[in-house]
């Protein structure tokens, strides 16, 4: 039996050495080693040995099933190594490929443009007041003197809700009465920015929703002059000291008298192309004094207080200051066009 031992062992060892994958292993193991495998039942069989023969064999045995042991786990770990070896190779990770960029976000050039403009009116002590979009009749049209079947209303014609007189605003004036009435009796200087919605055919000029930036300055002894050194002061201040400005009598209901202020064509520099309609001149905002209706309305009373207003459209002087030429780009959400700011 103790020769059966040996030639087991020997049989053994040598099988290990030609295995190659874990499932061979495994299979060994069962035979060998294993509840059911050869050692185990020859070693059952000590039973009909000799009182002399017992001790050497079953030390033997214990001897031979240790080594065994030990030769099985050193030939799983280099099985391992060699399949996880061949693994890697079979699918390489090419660590010198560049990684992949992380996109940088970037402001929208209208958040830019209206950012520069409240720096500037910040600058000159005018604060941001936020006013509603969705506005009513009264505000919108009548508290800005523009009654019902007033042609003037043709000039802005709005989208309607289908509650009655509830409309979305066609400009921010009507931010001119929720101010007004806010800050009554105290001076005001403010500025009120945000989109307003007009009822309007869109081309590469006109949106039917844009933003505007209003202003208000209301107090004592504020004259024409007051209006037009603060806005040309804000012309030189965003568009460069170098830029002329030009104002031109024009028609608002809720301002009296009423100007429209122009900048002269940044592309040309007034010498008239395509951009200004052979003008040399572009038009960014319409102003006035505020009409004593709209004061009244407002709660201040025309004969003591005085003061200016203006509106002016924060896509053109975009356009203006980065020479873009179709106003549709800011809301199609075209990256080609987003990512160049
Ligand atoms: N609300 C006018 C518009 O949308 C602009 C404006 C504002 C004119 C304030 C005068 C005073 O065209």
Same mark, same amino acid.
């Given at each position: 039996?103790?020769?059966?031992?040996?030639?087991?062992?020997?049989?053994?060892?040598?099988?290990?050495?030609?295995?190659?994958?874990?499932?061979?292993?495994?299979?060994?193991?069962?035979?060998?080693?294993?509840?059911?495998?050869?050692?185990?039942?020859?070693?059952?069989?000590?039973?009909?040995?000799?009182?002399?023969?017992?001790?050497?064999?079953?030390?033997?045995?214990?001897?031979?099933?240790?080594?065994?042991?030990?030769?099985?786990?050193?030939?799983?770990?280099?099985?391992?190594?060699?399949?996880?070896?061949?693994?890697?190779?079979?699918?390489?990770?090419?660590?010198?490929? #560049?990684?992949?960029?992380?996109?940088?976000?970037?402001?929208?050039?209208?958040?830019?443009?209206?950012?520069?403009?409240?720096?500037?009116?910040?600058?000159?002590?005018?604060?941001?007041?936020?006013?509603?979009?969705?506005?009513?009749?009264?505000?919108?049209?009548?508290?800005?003197?523009?009654?019902?079947?007033?042609?003037?209303?043709?000039?802005?014609?709005?989208?309607?809700?289908?509650?009655?007189?509830?409309?979305?605003?066609?400009?921010?004036?009507?931010?001119?009465?929720?101010?007004?009435?806010?800050?009554? #009796?105290?001076?005001?200087?403010?500025?009120? #920015?945000?989109?307003?919605?007009?009822?309007?055919?869109?081309?590469?000029?006109?949106?039917?929703?844009?933003?505007?930036?209003?202003?208000?300055?209301?107090?004592?002894?504020?004259?024409?002059?007051?209006?037009?050194?603060?806005?040309?002061?804000?012309?030189?201040?965003?568009?460069?000291?170098?830029?002329?400005?030009?104002?031109?009598?024009?028609?608002?209901?809720?301002?009296?008298?009423?100007?429209?202020?122009?900048?002269?064509?940044?592309?040309?520099?007034?010498?008239?192309?395509?951009?200004?309609?052979?003008?040399?001149?572009?038009?960014?905002?319409?102003?006035?004094?505020?009409?004593?209706?709209?004061?009244?309305?407002?709660?201040?009373?025309?004969?003591?207080?005085?003061?200016?207003?203006?509106?002016?459209?924060?896509?053109?002087?975009?356009?203006?200051?980065?020479?873009?030429?179709?106003?549709?780009?800011?809301?199609?959400?075209?990256?080609?066009?987003?990512?160049?700011?």
């Amino acid at each position: 039996m103790i020769e059966q031992l040996e030639q087991l062992f020997e049989d053994a060892k040598s099988k290990l050495t030609t295995l190659k994958s874990t499932a061979d292993l495994e299979a060994w193991f069962r035979d060998t080693l294993g509840r059911k495998g050869q050692l185990t039942a020859l070693m059952r069989q000590v039973g009909s040995l000799s009182k002399e023969e017992k001790p050497v064999f079953g030390k033997r045995a214990n001897e031979v099933k240790q080594t065994l042991q030990s030769s099985f786990d050193a030939r799983q770990t280099e099985v391992k190594m060699a399949q996880l070896e061949a693994e890697m190779a079979s699918d390489a990770l090419d660590i010198t490929l #560049p990684g992949r960029r992380s996109r940088k976000g970037g402001l929208h050039p209208i958040t830019r443009t209206l950012r520069e403009i409240y720096r500037i009116w910040g600058d000159m002590g005018f604060q941001v007041y936020q006013s509603r979009e969705v506005e009513t009749d009264e505000y919108n049209f009548e508290m800005l003197n523009i009654p019902e079947h007033h042609p003037a209303r043709d000039m802005w014609d709005t989208f309607h809700t289908t509650s009655p007189g509830m409309l979305l605003r066609t400009h921010t004036s009507p931010g001119q009465i929720h101010a007004m009435r806010e800050y009554h #009796p105290e001076p005001i200087r403010v500025i009120l #920015p945000g989109t307003v919605y007009r009822y309007e055919q869109i081309t590469s000029r006109s949106e039917c929703q844009f933003n505007q930036v209003e202003g208000l300055a209301i107090g004592h002894n504020i004259s024409l002059a007051d209006l037009k050194g603060t806005l040309s002061d804000f012309a030189r201040r965003m568009f460069g000291a170098d830029r002329n400005v030009r104002f031109r009598a024009n028609y608002f209901p809720f301002t009296e008298p009423s100007a429209e202020m122009d900048v002269e064509c940044i592309l040309c520099d007034g010498d008239g192309c395509q951009l200004c309609k052979h003008t040399g001149w572009l038009e960014i905002l319409g102003s006035g004094m505020v009409h004593p209706n709209v004061m009244r309305n407002g709660g201040y009373d025309p004969s003591e207080y005085s003061g200016f207003a203006f509106g002016m459209g924060v896509e053109r002087i975009c356009m203006l200051n980065y020479g873009i030429c179709d106003i549709r780009n800011f809301w199609s959400n075209d990256l080609r066009f987003l990512q160049q700011f």
